[in-house]
């Protein structure tokens, strides 16, 4: 059974860092697609950047280019979300989620199958 758990969300300064972990279980990176979402209070939930099966390719929201960055770690079947350089925009509940695909990733929610549940991030001015 596939499973996602998120967690590492907390409440940060503004240019302050955080990193989130997506734990995985029931499946392997080399076959699967890995996305973090985030959906803010009001808003659509939106992809800010996944890293396609194998760590091929990755996707990256123009938002967060420069500031976030996606890693995997294949022994741990876990998957990090470093955000630096916050910003009070950056505030939402954040998610992984996950598709068996062997193509580049994509941010569209269309594809993911399966999702963990949430963490948030709150950043403060």
């Known amino acids: 059974e596939v499973q996602l758990q998120a967690s590492g969300g907390g409440l940060v300064q503004a240019g302050g860092s955080l990193r989130l972990s997506c734990a995985a279980s029931g499946f392997t990176f080399d076959d699967y697609a890995i996305g973090w979402f985030r959906q803010a209070p009001g808003e659509e939930r939106e992809g800010v950047l996944c890293m396609g099966s194998g760590g091929r390719t990755t996707n990256y929201a123009d938002s967060v280019k420069g500031r976030f960055t996606i890693s995997r770690d294949n022994v741990k079947n876990t998957v990090y979300l470093q955000m630096n350089a916050l910003k009070p925009e950056d505030t939402a509940v954040y998610y992984c989620?996950?598709?068996?695909?062997?193509?580049?990733?994509?941010?569209?929610?269309?594809?993911?199958?399966?999702w963990g549940r949430g963490t948030q991030v709150t950043v403060s001015s």
């Open positions: 989620a996950t598709y068996r695909s062997v193509f580049p990733c994509t941010r569209s929610r269309l594809p993911y199958d399966y």
